[in-house]
């Protein structure tokens, strides 16, 4: 999984979330909402070469967001002597496709209030 954090401040010297980002703009693959489990909300994301990934938005208890995407980049192989997986899942293009679907659902105008008066949804 994927800290959805690593997308808005990605760490320094780090430019895989922002090449994700770019390229998530650039392609502007089809998202598509499947369903919403407790936590848990689940996304296709189709590319231009009609291949599809399946991506889950989980939110934790205290509030942070991860993702989690099928892709080669988002699910690490594991190694077989170990059992662990071999990388640390990276920022993909159909992570932050989900992510940009999602920041487009949210209300600008809510953010300028205090937390207080926010709309609840």
């Known amino acids: 999984m994927i800290s959805a954090l690593e997308f ?3 760490v320094e010297g780090e430019k895989r979330a922002a090449n ?21 909300k689940f996304y296709r994301v189709e590319g231009s070469e009609m291949h599809r990934y399946l991506i889950i938005l989980f939110t934790d208890q ?6 989690e995407c099928n892709c080669h980049a988002g699910t690490p192989m594991t190694d077989l002597k170990t059992g662990l997986p071999a990388w640390a899942a990276r920022p993909c293009y ?16 809510q953010l300028e209030l205090p937390f207080e008066e926010r709309e609840m949804k």
């Open 94 to 109: 159909h992570a932050a496709a989900v992510l940009l679907f999602e920041a487009a659902k949210i209300d600008l105008r």
């Open 8 to 10: 808005v401040h990605p």
């Open 62 to 67: 205290d509030g942070q967001q991860f993702i």
């Open 20 to 40: 994700a980002i770019g390229r998530a703009l650039s392609l502007s693959p089809k998202v598509t909402f499947l369903a919403e489990c407790g936590l848990e």
